[in-house]
């Protein structure tokens, strides 16, 4: 999402507290919240073997997380369909952000060590 873009329309926020009440009123809202902007952010780069900290504010940063959801869907093809309707209360409430509503699974088994 676009970071130097304000603060949601009201209209959107109403829209988010009804779509999450549904979805915690079906069992999938687990957890979610929203982020500070990356003024506040730290990071740590691992590279090479180091770590350094590096805070912020980043002026590169085109784009920036904004919040997090933790939902649960009994499958992929049900997860898809939520994700649409979030991304269409931003269209339809928010029409001038411009963002990318990513889904990703949890992975429940530990991934097999690779060599980076």
Same mark, same amino acid.
Not at 34 to 41: I, S, W
Not at 52 to 74: H, I, M, N, S
Not at 91 to 116: F, H
């Given at each position: 999402? &676009?970071? @130097? #873009?304000?603060?949601?329309?009201?209209?959107?926020?109403?829209?988010?507290?009804? =779509?999450?009440?549904? &979805? +915690? &009123?079906?069992?999938?809202?687990? @957890?979610?919240?929203?982020?500070?902007?990356?003024? @506040?952010?730290?990071?740590?780069?691992?590279?090479?073997? @180091?770590?350094?900290?590096?805070?912020?504010?980043?002026?590169?940063? /085109?784009?920036?997380?904004?919040?997090? +959801?933790?939902? &649960?869907?009994?499958?992929?093809?049900?997860?898809?369909?939520?994700?649409?309707?979030?991304?269409?209360?931003? +269209? /339809? =409430?928010?029409?001038?952000?411009?963002?990318?509503?990513?889904?990703?699974? #949890?992975?429940? $088994?530990?991934?097999?060590?690779?060599? $980076?």
């Amino acid at each position: 999402m &676009q970071e @130097d #873009i304000g603060a949601p329309p009201q209209a959107l926020m109403d829209a988010m507290d009804a =779509y999450i009440g549904d &979805q +915690a &009123q079906g069992g999938h809202f687990l @957890d979610g919240g929203g982020l500070y902007g990356t003024e @506040d952010a730290i990071n740590f780069v691992v590279r090479k073997g @180091d770590t350094t900290r590096v805070d912020g504010p980043y002026a590169e940063a /085109k784009e920036v997380v904004g919040g997090w +959801a933790l939902l &649960q869907f009994d499958s992929v093809e049900e997860a898809v369909a939520g994700q649409l309707e979030f991304a269409e209360l931003h +269209a /339809k =409430y928010w029409p001038e952000c411009e963002m990318v509503a990513t889904l990703r699974q #949890i992975s429940e $088994a530990p991934s097999e060590a690779t060599e $980076a």
